[in-house]
């Protein structure tokens, strides 16, 4: 079992950047494929990125290509998500999560998560 914990959230203009980290205790930390999620109010919660065990291989939705980077330090335990030209839209809380075997979007395939990190863009 793997126990996650977010942090780097925050209040950033518009255009602004931010970087969450999001810390991984419990079995060895390179079994896992890490995912980040996102909920906003009133929103379901919505795929971001995910990075392959040895961080080989990424995803992304659409709507951050190109503006935000997850990377993983396995050494550290610990997954990134680089988040740059912040929006408004941007604003949700942010979810770290880690699964066993192949990179997906869905969240449902994730078992574990964090308690998430706070990020709020304003205009």
Do not use: H
Not at 10 to 35: D, E, I, N, P, W
Not at 50 to 77: H, L, P, Q, V
């Amino acid at each position: 079992q793997v126990q996650l914990v977010e942090s780097g959230g925050g209040l950033v203009q518009a255009g602004g950047s931010l970087r969450l980290s999001c810390a991984a205790s419990g079995r060895t930390f390179s079994t896992y494929v890490m995912g980040w999620f996102r909920q906003a109010p009133g929103k379901e919660r919505e795929f971001v990125s995910a990075i392959s065990r040895y961080g080989s291989t990424t995803n992304y939705a659409d709507s951050m290509k190109g503006r935000f980077t997850i990377s993983r330090d396995n050494a550290k335990n610990t997954v990134y998500l680089q988040m740059n030209s912040l929006k408004p839209e941007d604003t949700a809380v942010y979810y770290c999560a880690a699964k066993y075997g192949v990179m997906v979007v869905a969240d449902t395939a994730y078992g574990y998560w964090g308690q998430g990190t706070q990020v709020t863009v304003s205009s």
